[in-house]
């Protein structure tokens, strides 16, 4: 019932750009500060962003300031990362995560950048 579909993961070449979206369902979204994390293989899963519910609040991630925007539509049940000036760095599974009364997680997407 409980659900966070992530997508808009893919390539891309250093320096472009990608959108991340984490549509959720099955709880009060609206309740819920968003994160979003990365991972690469063999290495701790890392914090990448933090949005609060209302959406006029964020915190970063010292590696990704200034570079990636998280922002939120309640109306749509969804959470983006906007990521630009991507670095081959970046590369990673992207995961969003739902915290509130409970926690969730969404399944992860895939995010390559070129070197």
């Known amino acids: 019932q409980v659900r966070l579909v992530e997508s808009g993961g893919g390539l891309a070449q250093p320096g472009g750009s990608l959108r991340l979206s984490c549509a959720a369902s099955g709880f009060t979204f609206s309740n819920y500060f968003m994160k979003w994390y990365r991972q690469v293989p063999g290495k701790e899963r890392g914090w990448v962003a933090t949005i609060n519910g209302a959406g006029d609040r964020t915190n970063y991630a010292d590696s990704v300031k200034g570079r990636f925007t998280i922002f939120r539509d309640n109306a749509k049940n969804t959470v983006y990362l906007q990521m630009n000036s991507l670095k081959p760095e970046d590369t990673a599974v992207y995961y969003c995560?739902?915290?509130?009364?409970?926690?969730?997680w969404g399944q992860g997407t895939q995010v390559t950048v070129s070197s």
């Open positions: 995560n739902a915290v509130g009364t409970y926690s969730y």
